[in-house]
């Protein structure tokens, strides 16, 4: 039984394995995640980003512990498959500006203690691979391999508020920002970029002190930048505005609560399949420009291109000179 | 007289012009920054980039106004061209997670109360302007001018901590990374990605409570991050943690003068030439891949892109297949 065959029959190791796979792009992960795609599609992508010290990681435990808990089944809360059986899990923490795992693994062994021993729960850490895309496109094979895995919540947690943050939350179907009080209240701290992407805003650390003004920076903020959205999706849904103590989980289930009934709003009004397409666009977009360096990287001899570099250091060709004739002599 | 003359003659209407066009990446502003190549390599790019709320903007002011300040005249803080001169300085904001200029532009208009007047020093807002590599492409084009302009010093600030800010301090060739008390402290927010870039730290906001234990954290994560260093030029630099006040200026002199004895290190070791690679090989390969993707999206019939897109959509081709026909059928 190959890889992709062993996750769609629900084995863990496998699918531990393949996610390695199409974390380090080898021919085998493309492979496997060729198989897998037509399985793909079911999964609601939830993204949750914010600047470090908001305590992302712990709500985003939350968040797992409320889906996976079972008085909350009467609810919403029920499997795409009408089985009756709880949501099936999947955290990925995204880590854009470490090139190492250290720290992830680190915040992993203390997640396992919350969760493990759920199977129904999987937990993967992510750090950046190469540039230029590299973590998105990664990212976007690593949720679909969970898609097919039949993970029916994947919550894509980032750190940072960078552009890194801005192109992994094109990857979700729901995307939470969550800021603290004492971070969020000067200028810089709340981005517009940031605010463009929300579809839910939560004030994590409710119970420190200034939550009131970081709430209220936030709703001043989104009323500025209403007439300006541009994320699709976003029409007849009104950004909320939650507070949530992620340490001893109050607000988490009226946050699950909202997450859920965003999804049925993007399910009745069309917005899931706009954001469908976007993703879809921005993942094809990716692939092809990775592929086209791919192909020029095979058809160019590192001596041109050493040559051509050397030139531009001793400012013989301008940059845009170098890259045209290296583009050109490739044919 | 054509911009790039105008620029090189020393006039800053035309020098703002320009800096517009290469944001935008215009056909003018490319050829631009051809004419204007030979006349670049002499600038010492700074960046500075932490989190958000750390006083980052504020520090940068206190570098440009010390930097420009006559009574450090008589030390090391020269005109190269040893014409007993200050150096000219510019100072180029990058917020990569704002789509809009309304925050940087408000920046900008605090910043110029303070520094305004001063023909010397230039100050430049960038916003995020396209996708993949687009701001770090136009971060390097717009210090390519200003370089060319005859500007000694370029502070490169970036807000956040993300891929975005690696990219772009990739560009610089001294990267200050700051830090304020009472953020640091988490494991989350002293991350070994800034850590690797950085050449010196600085502890901003001196004044607050709880500055001992983020220095600690931050020399500890040293000790830890050392072996692992990546970025060349680092041999023989013992990267310094300095505590600043950036609201009263403590502090600032001395960070201007760790500044100007790191570039004097890279000059003497050699680390300079390290650097100039590794920009410019950053910049060319960010270059042949726009190229690449201009090149193929001219010979790609839209169609032909919508067509594949759909069929992903339906889950007929995986991503990879339609990436790998377009390019292909593009010939």
Chains 1, 2 share one sequence.
């Not at 793909?40 to 949750?48: D, E, F, K, N, P």
């Not at 397409?277 to 050493?306: F, K, S």
């Amino acid at each position: 039984m190959d890889l992709a065959e062993a996750v769609l029959s629900g084995n863990r190791l496998a699918l531990s394995r393949l996610l390695t796979q199409v974390e380090n792009d080898t021919p085998e992960g493309r492979a496997a995640l060729d198989a897998l795609f037509p399985h793909t599609g079911r999964a609601h992508l939830v993204g949750v980003t914010g600047s470090p010290g908001t305590g992302k990681s712990s709500l985003v435990n939350q968040l797992a512990r409320i889906l996976r808990r079972s008085e909350l089944a009467g609810r919403s809360i029920r499997r795409q498959d009408d089985s009756g059986a709880l949501p099936r899990v999947a955290i990925v923490a995204v880590d854009p500006s470490s090139p190492f795992t250290g720290g992830a693994l680190l915040g992993d062994r203390v997640r396992m203690r919350d969760l493990s021993g759920d199977p129904d729960v999987f937990i993967r850490s992510m750090a950046s691979r190469g540039a230029l895309g590299g973590l998105a496109r990664s990212t976007a094979g690593v949720t679909q391999v969970l898609d097919a895995a039949g993970f029916d919540l994947i919550l894509i947690e980032t750190v940072g508020a960078g552009q890194a943050e801005v192109d992994i939350a094109r990857l979700a179907h729901t995307t939470v920002v969550v800021e603290a009080p004492g971070m969020g209240d000067d200028i810089q701290a709340i981005k517009a970029g940031i605010l463009e992407i929300a579809d839910i805003l939560v004030v994590n650390k409710a119970d420190r002190p200034g939550v009131e003004s970081t709430e209220r920076a936030l709703r001043a903020m989104l009323e500025l930048a209403e007439p300006g959205r541009k994320t699709p999706g976003k029409p007849g849904w009104q950004i909320p505005v939650l507070r949530t103590i992620a340490n001893n989980g109050e607000g988490a289930e009226r946050l699950v609560e909202v997450v859920l009934s965003h999804a049925r709003h993007l399910h009745e009004t069309g917005g899931w399949q706009e954001r469908e397409l976007a993703r879809m666009e921005d993942h094809l977009r990716r692939l092809i420009q990775v592929g086209l360096v791919e192909r020029w990287q095979a058809h160019t001899p590192e001596e041109r291109y050493t040559q051509a570099l050397q030139s531009v250091l001793e400012r013989r060709l301008s940059p845009f000179e170098a890259a045209a004739r290296l583009i050109e002599g490739a044919g």
